[in-house]
């Protein structure tokens, strides 16, 4: 039995799951792109073997302003204050290419709940009296003695991670990057949250990571709003380029847990070439599929790119039912109902895997669906629960790191193949969700399970 609301009702219950609940990993882009404009950021490509210094240079001559000039790709970002230097910048033999400087999202829910009274301690918040393993850790592998992440580098892409966090400081690397300028701490939260999956410390506090032992790097490519661009992106991304293999351990994991709607010159585009650079370097990038059930996988940016391993969500235990019209409950292991989805083609466009992004659905008296939130670290202190792609993504991220840790792969490809050759449930999960929004992909890849 579907349940099926009228499009009001849909709209109350997408309100009340989505904005109330949800931790949203991406934000409603429309489609289609305006008119290049002056005023505005775009990211400009330069003939292979343009130098740093020639391309400052051909942009001071434009008369436009220069923010980030990038290694990873033969590009620059630039503001361009009018339409003579938009003009100039055209006419330059050395541009190959002017792109908008497209808005990407990570949208955290205002909705947070301990998961334990408070106790306090220094840096204020509220934290958990017990070190607690969240569902979704158990439910793709609880860390051992030997499988932990130890000696791997995962970088989390996001809005920072709250520094001072007694379950996270000890795994953050002292090499930071952020695009706004910053040290890198989160005045968000939601890059906490996903650190916290991947990598929280096991200790006696709080929650523990799928991947306890990995050393988490920061990348800050989203401001405290939740929001960056695609410039901001590849600006932590170049940062990576250039570092990846200059510290101790190496940068072998990349999260993001962030995303947009993919527009025409995405493929190919900047964006794309600097996710292609990494994967060279068999440098795992995993993202989250996004957070729109009427949208494929295909259509998100950076999900949709073929070299990504892109994360749908799904429960991981049994929810409640107090609906009289309904006679089922959302059972472990079904697919949310706020989930991207996507069959994985043979170009490797897709949903690679799924993994928790919610604890459970329950269905509450007025039939509306209600997602109880991964548990994961705060920023300010303690724990809260998110829901959403988001959250997905880094138990994969985690996951990764175990098997790269282990030595069952080397490249991104044969992560992506080891995930999906040991997936639980695979053909029979993630389970249909009764969600009139949800609609089936006709794959069930079945979920992630760290080695």
């Known amino acids: 039995m579907k349940i099926t609301l009228s499009a009001e009702k849909f709209r109350e219950a997408s309100l ?58 033969d590009a620059v970002t630039v503001t361009v204050p009018n339409a003579n230097a938009l003009a100039a910048l055209q006419r330059d033999v050395s541009v190959t290419s002017i792109t908008p400087d497209h808005r990407i999202y990570a949208i955290p829910s205002p909705d947070v709940s301990p998961a334990a009274p408070p106790t306090a301690r220094p840096g204020g918040g509220g934290g958990s009296t017990s070190e607690v393993v969240p569902e979704g850790v158990i439910r793709v592998g609880a860390p051992t003695a030997t499988s932990n992440g130890a000696g791997i580098g995962a970088v989390t892409v996001d809005t920072g991670i709250d520094l001072d966090h007694p379950d996270l400081a000890a795994n953050i690397a ?57 410039s901001t992106l590849i600006y932590v991304l170049d940062k990576i380029y250039e570092n990846h293999n200059l510290v101790s351990p190496n940068m072998r994991v990349v999260n993001m847990s962030l995303g947009r709607s993919k527009m025409s ?4 585009g900047p964006l794309h070439q600097a996710i ?35 994360v749908a969500s799904s429960t991981a235990m049994d929810g409640t039912n107090s609906c009289s019209f309904f006679s089922g409950k959302i059972y472990k292991d079904t697919a949310s109902y706020f989930t991207t989805d996507g069959k994985l083609s043979a170009s490797n466009i897709g949903v690679t895997i799924s993994a928790p992004g919610a604890d459970k659905e329950d269905i509450n008296k007025a039939c509306f669906l209600k997602s109880v939130g991964i548990l ?54 993630p389970k249909h969700s009764p969600s009139s929004a949800y609609s089936y992909d006709v794959e069930q890849e079945g979920i992630a399970q760290a080695p």
């Open 16 to 73: 009340l799951a989505v904005v109330t609940v949800a931790a949203l990993c991406m934000a409603p882009v429309a489609s289609g792109q305006a008119p290049a404009s002056p005023g505005e950021d775009y990211i400009v490509g330069f003939r292979a073997g343009t130098s740093k210094n020639e391309r400052a240079a051909a942009v001071a001559r434009a008369g436009a302003r220069l923010r980030f000039n990038y290694s990873i790709i």
């Open 174 to 230: 002292a090499m930071k990057f952020d695009a706004f300028g910053g040290n890198c701490d989160d005045g968000n939260g939601h890059g906490t949250h996903v650190s916290g999956t991947i990598a929280a410390v096991d200790n006696t506090i709080d929650v523990i990571g799928v991947a306890p032992k990995a050393t988490l790097y920061c990348g800050r490519a989203l401001d405290n709003s939740g929001s960056g661009n695609d």
């Open 265 to 268: 010159g995405d493929d190919g």
């Open 276 to 310: 292609q650079r990494l994967y060279g370097l068999n440098i795992v990038p995993v993202a989250a599929a996004g957070n729109d059930p009427y949208k494929e996988v295909k259509d998100m940016v950076p999900a949709g790119f073929s070299e990504v391993i892109a």
């Open 376 to 429: 994961s670290t705060k920023a300010g202190g303690g724990t809260t629960r998110m829901s959403g792609t988001s959250m997905a993504a880094p138990h994969v991220s985690g996951a990764v790191a175990r098997i790269l840790q282990a030595g069952l792969a080397t490249t991104v490809e044969g992560v992506r193949s080891h995930l999906r050759s040991t997936a639980s449930q695979k053909g029979t999960a």
